[in-house]
């Protein structure tokens, strides 16, 4: 296919790339332990940057990451921190970015399908 735009990640060659950095962070965001906190923060944190570059994170991947902010979310780890509601804060709006990103993805899906299935008509 080549190029499909003018931007840097309109292309093939952008997109192997992206593919490649993806792929073991998603396997990452996978296989993190739960009780990784920063880890997992920053995973999730490095899908939502990713994404905004022109990487395509599928909808299982930025799910997980979701959850598994969720899961710091409900943790006695927070209490650590100097200012658990500025952590609170944060974490409510990477997991709301995510999620919203999982709708978008869903919802273009969904419109993908259903135009599929007109063309079968």
Not at 34 to 45: M, S
Not at 72 to 92: G, Y
């Amino acid at each position: 296919m080549g190029s499909w735009g003018y931007g840097p990640f309109d292309n093939d060659d952008a997109a192997e790339l992206m593919l490649r950095i993806v792929e073991p962070l998603a396997t990452e965001v996978a296989s993190l332990h739960r009780y990784k906190y920063n880890e997992v923060r920053a995973a999730a944190c490095a899908l939502l940057a990713l994404d905004q570059a022109g990487a395509y994170v599928d909808i299982e991947t930025l799910d997980q990451a979701a959850e598994n902010l969720q899961d710091i979310l409900e943790s006695d780890w927070i209490a650590e921190w100097r200012q658990p509601a500025t952590i609170r804060k944060r974490l409510r709006e990477e997991i709301a970015a995510l999620r919203t990103l999982v709708k978008k993805r869903e919802a273009a899906l969904n419109r993908l399908r259903k135009k599929r299935r007109k063309k079968r008509r």
